[in-house]
Each structure stands twice: as C-alpha cells, then as structure tokens.
C-alpha cells in the first residue's frame, strides 16, 4: 500500500514569508511525528500527535512553529516568517499508535531551504 | 526529557570485520530501544528493535543488547558488508507508540 506522503518534496522561500509543509500518514495509522533533520545532522523531535491530540510540542523550536492534525490522518506543519536557519529536511513518520513495537514509517521529507 | 547518546559519531571498518555502535539514555522510564539505518538520500528504516524485558535480540547479522541498570543499549553487525555503508540512528521511547527520540546517528563506511 501507499506509504507517508509529504508535500511539497522541495521548498525554497524567501526569508521572512511563511510555509505550510503537509504529511500524509498511512492509512490506519494514528500516531504521526514530525521531525527536523539538518544537512549532515540527526533527527531532531519537533512534535507528535497520537490521533489529533499533540501529547507533546516541546521540541517546536520557536513560537513561529506550529502544527495541526485533523481527522486523524493528514497534518500540516507551519512554519512563520522563515528564517534561515529553519533550512533543513523536514521528516513525517506515522506508526500504528497502540500497538507495541510499530516501527516508524518515515516519508521522504520535505527540503526547505529559506534564502 | 530523555537525552540519547550515541558514540561513535563516525566508524569505518573492513569488510567482513564486525562493527558495534553504542548509545546511553537518560530516562529510566524508557522501555522501547528501536535502531533506524538511513542510507544516503533515502529516508530512516528500521533494522531492529528491543523492549526492556529481553536482554539481547538477533536477526541475521544484527544484534542488539540492552543494559537497562547501566541505561546502555547497542547494535552489533557481524559479517560486515559494503551495503551495510549508512548512517544509524538509535532511539529510545517509553512504548513504540510515545514520543520516539533518536540519537545524533553515527555514520558507518564499509571498505570492500
């Protein structure tokens, strides 16, 4: 079947405009992650929802992040007014949720580079 | 919060030699130690993974140990192979569906 989906897989934007990056979960997957990954570096958490709820935001880097997800399945991670060190690849993961030891199914990411 | 570990940052070994990575982690509460390889490009697979009531875990050529007293976990590849070339991020969480936090990644060259 599909697997995570993101969109758009590159964005390049100008500094100080906003950008909206999407995930598409698998299906029946209620557990979605969103993690930051710099050129070279590991995977740094931002956020995760268990269903709509985000149990946990305290890896958002600054008040100009935020994400949503709504009805369970697609979520979209928002960054405002872009600064250049937000370049990175932005990584979506969705597991199973409930159910001990699923793996994490990561997407291709989206490549944000900010100019 | 937990804080994982992970040494070295980056490794490279013979063929057919064996490689071990290590990782240590900060929260006593964590009980799910999945292991993600990413090879160059791509996006972060699991290779294995070990929960907090079994010691050691095999499959094929990987190995994973836990230490729960000492908060130490490891991965051991035998056999190495010029495929096995990646980077490997270790990871610890409280259940495999809770916030999943990963290592830095220690990148391993195979030399065929």
């Known amino acids: 079947g599909a697997g995570v989906s993101q969109s758009p897989s590159n964005k390049v934007t100008e500094k100080g405009k906003d950008v909206e990056l999407r995930c598409d979960p698998i299906?029946?997957?209620?557990?979605l992650y969103w993690y930051r990954q710099s050129l070279g570096q590991g995977l740094e958490f931002l956020i995760y929802?268990?269903?709509?709820?985000?149990?946990?935001k305290s890896g958002l880097p600054s008040d100009r992040f935020s994400a949503e997800r709504t009805g369970g399945s697609v979520s979209t991670l928002t960054i405002q007014r872009t600064q250049q060190e937000d370049s990175a690849v932005y990584l979506c993961?969705?597991?199973?949720?409930?159910?001990?030891?699923?793996?994490?199914?990561f997407g291709n990411g989206t490549r944000l580079t900010v100019t | 919060g937990e804080n994982v570990e992970q040494h070295p940052s980056t490794l490279s070994v013979q063929e057919g030699d064996s490689a071990v990575i290590k990782c240590t982690y900060s929260?006593?509460?964590?009980?799910?130690f999945p292991w993600y390889k990413q090879e160059l490009g791509k996006r972060p697979q699991l290779i294995i993974d070990?929960?907090?009531?079994?010691g050691e875990k095999k499959d094929q050529r990987i190995a994973v140990t836990l230490n729960k007293t000492a908060k130490h976990f490891s991965l051991h590849i035998t056999e190495t192979q010029p495929e096995d070339s990646a980077v490997y991020f270790c990871?610890?969480?409280?259940?495999?569906?809770?916030?999943?936090?990963f290592g830095p990644g220690t990148s391993l060259s195979v030399i065929p």
């Open positions: 990871a610890a969480s409280e259940t495999s569906y809770d916030k999943v936090i």
């Open positions: 993961a969705s597991s199973l949720g409930q159910v001990a030891n699923s793996p994490l199914h």
């Open positions: 929802f268990q269903g709509n709820s985000a149990p946990d």
């Open positions: 299906s029946g997957h209620t557990a």
């Open positions: 929260d006593s509460a964590s009980n799910y």
């Open positions: 070990i929960r907090s009531n079994v």
